[in-house]
């Protein structure tokens, strides 16, 4: 699969994207994101449709936001490039409202809101335990969207999450199987 829908989300892009980088810089455009694209080796990037009418492919995600923000490096607004075509887009239910903070590469910690997660299989990495990471699309406060594994966000709850994780815990590497 290339290409899938995601939960539709009305977002500014950034101007540069659609001038090559070469101008635009500080103004946006309202768009809505649509759909994901996956390509190996390639950050995540999102179908869009503009205010225009101009529908859009592979617009990186460094380039949304949903306010007005200083923007982030891609190598911050993600950590890991997508893993190959096959992958699923799921807003999990369960995380739907929920609040978190995401350690960058930068070591910045920063806030945001879930928005839908997209999770890989059928590639070299996803199906080794330890080396497995999805995407989760965050909205961070700032404004600008990011996609951070598990292990760079801490969730938060007042309802009865007590945000404290465990350094010392580690990765599975175990396969689990009750047949081999």
């Not at 879930?114 to 497995?132: A, V």
């Not at 969730?155 to 994780?165: G, H, L, Q, T």
């Amino acid at each position: 699969m290339l290409i899938a829908d995601t939960p539709y989300q009305q977002v500014l892009i950034r101007n540069e994207f659609f001038y090559n980088e070469t101008s635009g810089h500080g103004e946006y455009t309202k768009a809505v994101v649509f759909g994901f694209r996956a390509e190996p080796a390639r950050v995540p990037m999102f179908q869009i449709m503009t205010e225009h009418g101009a529908q859009w492919a592979r617009c990186p995600i460094h380039m949304i936001v949903t306010k007005p923000c200083e923007p982030l490096p891609v190598e911050v607004a993600t950590w890991w490039d997508n893993y190959g075509y096959h992958f699923a887009v799921k807003e999990f239910a369960f995380l739907r409202g929920f609040s978190c903070t995401a350690l960058g590469r930068d070591k910045v910690i920063r806030k945001g809101n879930y928005l839908f997660t997209i999770d890989w299989c059928k590639d070299g990495y996803s199906e080794i335990p330890d080396q497995h990471k999805c995407h989760h699309v965050i909205a961070l406060e700032s404004g600008q969207w990011i996609a951070y594994p598990n292990n760079r966000l801490v969730w938060a709850d007042e309802s009865w999450i007590k945000p404290n994780p465990q350094k010392e815990w580690r990765c599975p590497t175990r396969v689990y199987s009750a047949e081999s």
